[in-house]
């Protein structure tokens, strides 16, 4: 039957893997697999992530028609599987990450070069069942070539000119225009997924908030709900509406920041001052409230780590209202410089196919016509009780990048309003259960959509723990914005996307 | 009619710089006794003029945004004369964030090489200082000194902009001498 199967129809031949939760795993024989990455060529059904284990190889689907989330995996005893990459361009560097960490070939993959795995780990294929030694010297990477009469190539980092995180780019300029655009990343390559490896919990959350700083709220937060669906656990609803107090606070804060970031480098450095006087009220809110700037390690399995007090609250809608009102100022700002416009309009464009092909999400996606939002599809406590409003744009250039992140803002300044306004009283976490499973967490950070999986033993070890960055899906497509723009320009595009190295190394 | 940045920029020349504006930087905690020290030592040792270069070398990215706090219009580091800049070459300090991961390890030895000396490393974060939470992972070598000396360690996991304040005063004081 060709046609509209669904994703679970599809996977209904597989076998269903017990406890795990809250969406169903599916376990496929090669031959499923196959035909799950033929069918994937068509079907409408996004990539959330995919990873590894040393015998195993996982993805995480969703059927944009009817919403179904499925994790399928595959045993891989044989130590190779049929590529995704094949028909799902976002999963090319996701696999040959996979090779370099569990040592399981994608079969198919055109492009076979090592993507994390720089030749300077002390053994290769670190997290199989059997490491192998390292080469003796870092071999060279091979970047892709291109060809023609006056092109030059630009190496530019790791370390930059600015205080960001460190990566490789290179490009091919013709004169000032950029033709290629290649990124070499993985130098901040920690080793995330190989210390989650039978950890005790409070390690691993610790180490979890720290996947990506910026994003530690979000991180946290999909770690804390793919824990707690593993161990069937229910928190208090006063946590669920102070994990959404975080997690805006953390989404005001950066798209604030970015906003005066990209302005700045448009060479309008007023902006960022002035950003950076709004994002420092939001991170002193955090503190008062919380004890922690950026929040880390506030969200916990089971609920949150500290209460707010009705002072603090108060205090919180008071600053609002200034902060509110000085924004709006800011962006008032923006749109009378005639100036600032021009470099922002028509600046590293990325097509709504593109985005589409690529799953991306978050700004990027939002940007290009591409709406998805974690909080709606597949939602999660409370934003089902909230009204809130998700911008969408079309133009999918640095302009409609900081518009939808203005917007974004306005709309969580509005979440944090209900969310006073509504804050259920009672406890704030609860005792976890001492039981086995596996769980998924689903989350929207600045960002986009961040996925967490996670293993539990009984005994409250983190067996195993996956955490996945949008980043994956949108580095990508900075390669594809900048072609045509002048070299002079990336580092504008490149923070209209500003997407997290940290987070996509791990 | 008056333009928006001229509006913009007038009302900010009235109200005067942030650093000074009292409903922004209360001072519970000794901030104003840290900016005054940092003020006299940076003009003592220095002339005024400090240049440091941020290199991250396996950091979550937590301790970038502190940095950048630094330099937003509350604290203001540039004020006290100590910069950011964009070349190692340049440089007298370089600020160290994270684990010092394998991947980076060539590249932060060879930008401590293009430093000209004299030159003073600080090690921001926990991370810095022995891996931090990533310790014991087959992807660090461990802390920043674990591939470069390091001077100076500012504890904090990010520290605080305070406490990269009193970290910059400390290394002045050992500058100095
Ligand atoms: S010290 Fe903390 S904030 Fe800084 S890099 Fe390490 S984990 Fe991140």
Known sequence: ?506 | MISPILHFLFRHLIKGPHTMRERIAPDPDGLGELVAALERAARRRLGRSLSIRAVDSGSCNGCELEIHAVNNPVYDLERFGIRFVASPRHADVLLVTGPACCNMAEALARTYAATPAPKWVVAMGDCARDGGCFAGSYAILGGTDAVVPVDLHIPGCPPTPKQILSGLLALLDTAGR
């Open chain 1, 1 to 506: 039957m060709i046609g509209n199967v669904s994703l679970l129809e599809f996977l209904s031949s597989g076998q269903l893997v017990e406890n795990h939760r809250p969406w169903p795993r599916y376990r496929l024989d090669g031959k499923a697999w196959r035909a799950l990455v033929e069918r994937l060529d068509a079907a409408d059904w996004t990539l959330m992530a995919e990873w590894g284990e040393p015998t195993e190889i996982h993805v995480a689907l969703r059927d944009e028609v009817n919403r179904d989330i499925a994790v399928v995996s595959r045993p891989a005893f044989d130590r190779r599987f049929f590529a995704l990459g094949q028909v799902r361009p976002g999963a090319v560097r996701i696999e040959r990450a996979i090779r370099d960490l569990w040592g399981l070939a994608p079969e198919g993959l055109e492009d076979q070069r090592p993507w994390l795995d720089h030749g300077r780990w002390p053994s290769r294929r670190p997290l199989s069942a059997q490491p192998q030694p390292p080469a003796e010297a870092p071999p060279a990477y091979r970047f892709l070539e291109a060809e023609g009469v006056g092109l030059h190539q630009i190496p530019v980092g790791p370390v930059h000119a600015g205080v960001i995180e460190p990566g490789h780019f290179r490009f091919h300029a013709q004169g000032e225009t950029v033709v290629r655009l290649e990124e070499r990343l993985g130098y901040v390559h920690r080793g995330v997924e190989g210390l989650l490896r039978d950890a005790p919990l409070d390690k691993a959350a610790k180490v979890i908030a720290r996947v990506s700083g910026d994003s530690t709220v979000a991180y946290s937060l999909a770690f804390a709900r793919a824990v707690e669906a593993a161990l069937g656990c229910e928190i208090p609803p006063r946590a669920h509406w102070l994990r959404a107090l975080m997690a805006e606070m953390e989404r005001m804060a950066n798209h604030v920041f970015d906003f005066g970031a990209v302005c700045n480098d448009a060479a309008f450095a007023i902006m960022l001052s002035h950003m950076g006087v709004l994002r420092e009220q939001l991170v002193r809110a955090n503190a008062a409230m919380f004890g922690h700037r950026l929040l880390m390690d506030r969200i916990v399995p089971g609920g949150v780590a500290t209460d707010l007090s009705p002072e603090g609250a108060e205090a919180l809608r008071h600053l609002l209202h200034n902060f509110a009102k000085n924004f709006r100022k800011a962006v008032a700002l923006y749109d009378s410089a005639p100036s600032l416009l021009d470099r922002t309009a028509g600046t590293g464009i990325t097509y709504a196919s593109l985005v589409h092909r690529f799953g991306a999400g978050g700004v990027v996606g939002r940007a290009a016509g591409r709406a998805h939002d974690a909080r709606r599809t597949p939602g999660y406590p409370p934003y089902d009780e909230l009204d809130f409003d998700i911008p969408l744009y079309a133009e999918g250039d640095v302009h409609a990048r900081l518009m939808v992140r203005a917007e974004e803002v306005r709309a969580s300044l509005a979440i944090v309003a209900q969310i006073l306004d509504s804050l259920p009283k009672g406890a704030i976490s609860v005792p976890l259960p001492q039981v086995a499973g596996e769980g998924m967490g689903v989350v929207e950070g600045f960002r986009g959509e961040v996925v967490v999986w996670v293993r539990m033993a009984e005994d409250g070890t983190v067996l195993h723990c996956h955490p996945h960055d949008p980043s994956w899906f949108q580095w990508p497509l900075l390669e594809a914005a900048i072609e045509g723009n002048i070299v002079a320009d990336f580092p504008l595009c490149n923070k209209s996307f500003n997407c997290s190295y940290a987070g996509h190394d791990r």
